[in-house]
């Protein structure tokens, strides 16, 4: 797509499609799981090693399709080609699993287990996704959108105390996030809320069965 043409899509669209980017989102998640768990709270020091973790293991696949990009073998940084999805999501999902097992096998410090379940949710949700995308272009901004409510549920299921005003929050802006991808003509409708139902159910169920642990 050129230039001219990005410019004339709605600037509304296109801030809200890059402020909740994919790849932002896990550092979102994880940040909303240690604002709500006393537990993680009393462990700063845990939450640090896996912010830097989590930004630096996000922040590569970001530049590993950038370059992608840069050299031609994808048409846009919207992915907009189903055909074009499968390298850059193999690309994230080899960059998720590698976060996961550096959390794991982590020597310095014990890292608690909600936060390899989060993370093990989005890892699965990532790798079930890159099936669907050989057929079916599901959307990964709702992907990542459904994995974070689906944490904080999870969360709030064990914890047998729900947040339904956070909830809510995350339920609004997903909305406009999903609006957003609609209106820039990236995603069909049934693409979106596949993505964002994917991305909950596997998030909330490692959360709440422990899977990640």
């Not at 550092?27 to 830097?52: A, C, E, K, R």
């Not at 970001?62 to 990009?69: D, F, H, P, V």
């Not at 846009?76 to 959390?103: H, K, M, N, Q, S």
């Amino acid at each position: 797509m050129s230039a001219i043409k990005v410019e004339s899509l709605p600037l509304w669209a296109r801030t809200f499609s890059t402020v909740f980017h994919p790849f932002v989102m896990p550092t979102v998640t994880l940040v909303l799981l240690f604002f709500s768990d006393g537990y993680l709270h009393s462990m700063p020091h845990v939450f640090v090693y896996m912010l830097v973790v989590v930004l630096v293991n996000t922040l590569a696949p970001a530049i590993s399709l950038y370059l992608l990009y840069r050299r031609g073998h994808l048409s846009d940084l919207e992915i907009r080609a189903r055909g074009e999805r499968t390298l850059p999501f193999v690309i994230v999902l080899a960059y998720f699993a590698l976060t996961y097992l550096l959390l794991i096998t982590s020597p310095a410090l014990y890292v608690p287990f909600v936060y390899l379940d989060m993370w093990m949710g989005l890892t699965a949700s990532l790798a079930i996704a890159l099936v669907i995308t050989r057929w079916f272009k599901i959307s990964m901004h709702m992907l990542g959108q459904g994995g974070a409510l689906g944490s904080i549920m999870g969360l709030q299921a064990l914890q047998l105390v729900p947040n339904w005003e956070l909830n809510a929050a995350l339920l609004l802006i997903a909305g406009f996030v999903g609006y957003a991808r609609i209106e820039l003509a990236v995603h069909r409708h049934i693409e979106v809320y596949c993505g964002y139902l994917l991305g909950f159910l596997v998030c909330y169920l490692s959360v709440v069965l422990g899977l990640g642990a």
